[in-house]
């Protein structure tokens, strides 16, 4: 299995909804990351998991809760959104030395 | 200034055409990785280089450690290849530093 699946595809939620994005891999993977994209520019990183402890955050609203349960799943729990939330929400995955790595197929989420 | 550039940032190119996607960078890095987004959001890692010249099918990924810059080449283009081309760089950590992208039009 080389691939990283995230679920649900696509989401709408409303501003006072809770929902959780789920990002799996099997690939043996210990670095996971959490990536935010806006319509027509790059991902921008949120979050990056290691050995299933959190080393990166960047600075994201506490809105947005990650969680590493275990070696192969991630997920981001969102809470209290708002519109301007809305986008392609990228899992990934690599090896520790960053070889390997594989992004997920999205989840686009529409917060109204 | 954005730490990676990409040029040029749209390209249209005829069926058979070579077509070449150019990364330039501005800081030490250990890897450098070519990425390709299709339309509906999914990202392919297409190559990671270090040094020197990667080959996969129709791809040819390139990079000049000293003149800080990478190039993308694709032979034979098809309109299967339309798509957004990302150069993104790794410096330490586990952190990327994304390119702009390039959005790839190939007409039949």
């Known amino acids: 299995d080389t691939e990283v699946t995230q679920t649900p595809k696509h989401l709408v939620m409303g501003m006072t909804n809770k929902k959780s994005l789920k990002c799996e891999q099997h690939?043996?993977?210990?670095?996971m990351y959490w990536y935010k994209q806006k319509a027509k520019k790059p991902p921008e990183l949120m979050f990056v998991?290691?050995?299933?402890?959190?080393?990166i955050n960047e600075s994201v609203p506490s809105r947005f809760s990650p969680e590493c349960p275990n070696s192969s799943l991630l997920n981001l729990h969102l809470h209290a959104l708002q519109p301007e939330d809305s986008a392609l929400y990228l899992c990934?995955?690599?090896?520790?030395?960053?070889?390997?790595?594989?992004f997920g197929s999205g989840t686009r989420l529409t917060v109204v | 200034k954005n730490e990676v550039e990409q040029s040029p940032q749209n390209l249209t190119a005829q069926e058979g055409e070579f077509i070449t996607i150019n990364c330039s960078y501005s800081?030490?890095?250990?890897?450098l990785h070519w990425l390709q987004q299709h339309p509906g959001g999914g990202i392919v890692s297409l190559f990671m280089?270090?040094?020197g010249k990667k080959k996969h099918g129709r791809l040819i990924a390139t990079i000049n450690i000293q003149e800080k810059h990478s190039s993308l080449h694709i032979t034979a283009s098809h309109p299967r290849d339309s798509a957004v081309y990302i150069c993104?760089?790794?410096?330490?950590?586990?952190?990327?530093?994304f390119g702009t992208g390039t959005s790839l039009t190939v007409i039949p």
């Open positions: 990934a995955s690599s090896e520790d030395n960053f070889y390997g790595y594989t």
């Open positions: 690939m043996g993977h210990r670095a």
């Open positions: 998991y290691s050995y299933e402890k959190l080393s």
């Open positions: 800081v030490g890095i250990s890897a």
């Open positions: 280089l270090s040094s």
């Open positions: 993104a760089v790794r410096r330490t950590g586990n952190q990327f530093y």
